[in-house]
């Protein structure tokens, strides 16, 4: 088996993000629970971008933007996902590229068109999320070849992609060759809902032994053990060999496979903009802090130092170099 | 005659702009200047493009910026420009509509896409840009009809848009159906080269009586009257009943019929992140003063207002209400 050549490949949603800011007046008249995300169609997506303000479309995705914070901080990433052969689909391929991520998913010909998530930012920089998966849905079975997954230390998947059967094919296929050449597989629940609809999955894949670095905040972590958060991270941080647990405002933890516990504070922040991508980010810090050697507190250290970058500005994806950011501060 | 029922009516651009960071070395290395506006073809657009870090979408046009900060302000305003029915085009009407703009144009089938203009921004704020007109250079002649002109107390021309014929075409019969109701014209040089590449038809324009109000920096007026800066304002100021200079960081200056003069500092700003229509939403703020009866100190003092706003975020359109702006400072 040879070695890896690159640190982190991802497979996730190819999604530009629609950025419009909102009150919690439009959120309750819409239905809609303040930090939620949910999944819609395109007759839904139509009807709410016409009564939306103004956006800015910023290229997302979960795990994409896991990536782009990695290529910040020096990373070497790829990423598989579909995008389709349409303007959006050239915006998103320029944007991850021009971050440094090697993507060369081909585009996808026709309909549907390329995914987006039309985000509503509140004045307090919550973003509540209705994502439209467009191409993303029609990911290839085939889309990550096994040598390319065998090429990269951590095979990072998005449980958002977990719903189309395609992208999910694509998923387990993926972690087959993963293990197939020891690498470690990284997972991230991304949403509740996700673990709603998918926990039989998500946790038969912890039972499996097949996820060694599980992402997920406290509210999902209950929802997958169904119980209450504080027995359901204990339950977890037995199963997975390192756990961790974001926690917003409040920081993260996480615990190794010994059982020792870490913790981080969330690091202050002049003025949360958009919270949107905080996670995703925060997963780039701690991945970096894993690909380059660093301890589980570094790692966790250098995730909040990517997070509290992100959420200082609209969109996902950091707009200062993370590598002068957690030299400067770590 | 009737009497007007919105208050501006504007020609313009429709243009997505795509704002990425950048810095002064990349500027000199593609051959650019500093703050220039320059227009380019889809080879080099796509060239350009490939070189460029990641950016936002975010809808733009000199005119439509105006009109997007005159609806901010509380003005009822409309615009006449063309998309092409594509995604980006989609997201432009919006856009526009999301701001309060009324946008009836119907998109164009076909090639060329949406406009887009290429803008990248050095850590100073200063933006530099590169259009692709795309379909706006297809506006056709009798896009604007004389009941919507006549309909308008203020008709706005974009001084970009006298390049391509046919939208110039347009603007002429905007600007003979203004005259016949009785409303007056406004106009934006908007930048050197338009100035340059069309100074004999500009000057005409002053000279036949045309123009009521000339938006311009120094810079273009002293291209215009092929002059030193200060004696271009004296001489325009003699031909145009209302002649605005925007001096960027120094304010601006406004000479009206009668040879009074009024100047304005530039506000101060925390920190100035893009430059991207700071003249487009100065004019929005004069034009809603005089729309509004305003004296025209109280309408540069607008102008002021509206200019912080916009140079204080990504985007050329307000984030923030002008009008709640205007009530605080004003």
Known sequence: MTEPTIDVLAIGNAIIDVIADTDDAFLAAEGMRSGSMRLIDAERAVELYGKMNPGREISGGAAANTLAGLASLGAKVAFVGQVADDQLGTIYRHDLTAAGVAFDTPARE??????RCLILVTPDGQRTMNTLLGASHYLPEDAASDELVASAKILLLEGYLWDPPEPRA???KAIKAARAAGRRIAFA?????????HRKDFRALIDDGLIDILFANEE???ILEDSDAASAVETLARDVPLLVITKGPEGALAIDENG???EVAALPVERV???TGAGDVFASGFLYGQVSGRSVLDSLRMGSIASAEVISHYGARPEKSLKDLVAEQL
């Open 189 to 197: 629940t991304c949403a509740d809902f996700c673990v709603k609809t």
């Open 110 to 115: 026709g309909e549907p068109p390329t995914g």
């Open 260 to 262: 020792a516990r870490f």
């Open 273 to 275: 903009v958009d919270t």
């Open 220 to 222: 999902e972590a209950a």
């Open 170 to 172: 694509a998923m387990r």
